[in-house]
């Protein structure tokens, strides 16, 4: 088996907030992250996808594809917008890392399952939110 990584980069702006919690609880728990007028985060992405080597082209699956669906699907919505409000997916869901990174593997697996004819499929998806903090799924 083996892996292959695209990276992949964009800026969104987001806040933590859990509407049943009171003001000092969200600021408690959430810190800086539940500031109500919203803030930013340069967020980094690696999509590792898993398959063995296709003899006539030496891919487990075209780079030029897999680029695509990230753009596609995911960069393009998520790129500069507000992620609580402008994103279909992350509506009525708090916008943390977790979930973020759990709603872009819902999108991503399937498309990489179809693009390759079930040959590669999706192993990790890692989004980072800062240089120190992130998040890792592996579809479990
Ligand atoms: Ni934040």
């Known amino acids: 088996m083996i892996y292959i990584s695209r990276d992949a980069h964009f800026c969104a702006a987001h806040k933590l907030y859990n509407e049943k919690w009171s003001k000092e609880?969200?600021?408690?728990?959430?810190?800086?992250?539940?500031?109500?007028?919203?803030?930013?985060?340069?967020?980094?992405?690696?999509?590792?996808?898993?398959?063995?080597?296709?003899?006539?082209?030496?891919?487990?699956?075209?780079?030029?594809?897999?680029?695509?669906?990230?753009?596609?699907?995911?960069?393009?919505?998520?790129?500069?917008?507000?992620?609580?409000?402008d994103v279909d997916f992350m509506k009525g869901k708090l916008a943390s890392c977790e979930n973020l990174v759990m709603e872009f593997w819902a999108i991503l697996a399937p498309k990489i399952h179809e693009v390759t004819s079930g040959k590669a499929s999706l192993h990790c998806i890692k989004l980072k939110e800062t240089n120190k903090n992130y998040a890792e799924y592996y579809g479990e």
């Open 25 to 85: 609880k969200n600021e408690e728990v959430f810190g800086a992250c539940a500031n109500e007028n919203w803030h930013g985060h340069n967020f980094d992405m690696t999509v590792t996808v898993k398959g063995r080597v296709d003899p006539e082209t030496g891919f487990v699956m075209n780079f030029k594809d897999l680029n695509r669906i990230i753009k596609e699907e995911i960069h393009d919505k998520v790129d500069h917008k507000n992620l609580n409000l």
